[in-house]
């Protein structure tokens, strides 16, 4: 990521919109809503949260930030404390709906993140093969993954924060993902690259 | 090569572009199969404000819809009559959607000495309601606005459900 590049706008927009909310000015509020909700809604989602579970948890997550816009220590780390409640809540329902102890987000069994998706009428076969390949993978990888292809200029350290993984690792986990999904779809003979 | 010492050394090169196009492809699958929500960001919004005024929000009692007759010479294209109710307090909305495509707000509420603020989704203006409990804001611009209700004797302000203009 080079420093000042565009890489760090949703990050900055945050910062930006929280900063001039706690001084009264609440604009840039909007323009922040609409940007990183659906990142938020795809954190939610790759929790392996319903549709409607997951609109809850990131309403929650935004309100939460209303409530705690003077508590929040930087303003800096805003887009990083909005994934991070997002992806703490999503777990947190997850758990209650699944009954199911859990002491990590990882250590929760492999769920689907995504019923509807699958009932979906699958229109482009080689989209088909690639779905099924990508929910083969990890629920990390398949959080990791869904976080970097959303984000055009992912802000790496939001994502460490929000997914408690070290800066450093991030890259070498995407290579790891990405190196297991190619190794898949090559052996499968369904795959055709388009 | 094991798979494995395949997946390693996979795994340790750069992005190249078949690891583009497969995020890119994986992007717009979610964004196909498992969109947001419609109006999702719209709700998240009124509830941040509902969250940061510390308001009650008032119930939808009423709604009617005007239609002006096509070729009368009416000011308007329609109009809605909106009520809406939170405990003892009440109010009356008039949405007047004139020729030029901006929405003209009429409203009473029957107590005197109210502040009355209209949010629309970048700005916001407040007129206090005159003697007779009424307001007016006009040329407010297309979209989805609340009015917000401020009261005074530390009541909580309250505020309407999403009115479209």
């Not at chain 1, 002491?103 to 088909?128: I, Y």
């Not at chain 2, 005024?53 to 000011?75: C, I, K």
């Not at chain 2, 603020?117 to 611009?141: C, I, K, Y």
């Amino acid at each position: 990521m080079t420093p000042g590049a565009p890489a760090k706008d949703l990050a900055v927009l945050a910062a930006d919109a929280l900063s001039a909310h706690r001084l009264g000015d609440s604009r840039a509020m909007g323009e922040m809503v609409t940007r990183i909700t659906p990142l938020l809604w795809r954190v939610a989602r790759a929790q392996g949260l319903d549709p409607q579970a997951a609109e809850d948890v990131v309403q929650t997550a935004w309100v939460r930030l209303v409530e705690s816009a003077d508590a929040i220590a930087s303003p800096q780390a805003t887009l990083s404390w909005l994934l991070v409640t997002t992806r703490r809540e999503a777990w947190n329902v997850s758990r209650k709906t699944r009954h199911v102890v859990a002491t990590s987000p990882e250590d929760l069994p492999e769920a689907d993140p995504a019923p509807a998706v699958e009932e979906a009428v699958v229109a482009e076969a080689g989209n088909a093969v690639l779905w099924r390949h990508v929910r083969d993978l990890s629920r990390t990888c398949q959080q990791l993954l869904a976080v970097l292809a959303q984000a055009a200029k992912p802000d790496y350290r939001a994502i460490s924060e929000a997914f408690g993984m070290p800066i450093g690792s991030i890259g070498p986990t995407r290579g790891r993902c990405l190196a297991k999904l190619r190794l898949s779809l090559e052996a499968d003979p369904e795959w055709v690259r388009s | 090569m094991t798979s494995s010492s395949r997946e390693d050394q996979l795994a340790m090169e750069p992005m190249d572009a078949l690891d583009e196009e497969l995020l890119a492809r994986i992007h717009h699958l979610h964004l196909t199969r498992d969109p947001m929500p419609d109006g999702l960001v719209d709700r998240i919004s009124f509830a941040m404000t509902v969250a940061a005024l510390e308001a009650d929000v008032a119930q939808t009692v009423a709604e009617s819809g005007l239609t002006a007759a096509g070729a009368r010479s009416t000011s308007y294209d329609r109009a809605t009559r909106v009520t809406f109710a939170h405990g003892d307090f009440s109010a009356m909305v008039t949405i007047d959607i004139g020729r030029d495509g901006s929405g003209d707000v009429h409203g009473w509420i029957p107590e005197p000495g109210i502040d009355v603020e209209l949010r629309e989704r970048s700005r916001a203006q407040t007129v206090p309601a005159d003697g007779d409990g009424r307001f007016h804001f006009s040329g407010v611009e297309r979209g989805l606005v609340h009015l917000v209700f401020h009261r005074h004797g530390g009541h909580r302000p309250i505020i309407t459900p999403t009115l479209e203009i």
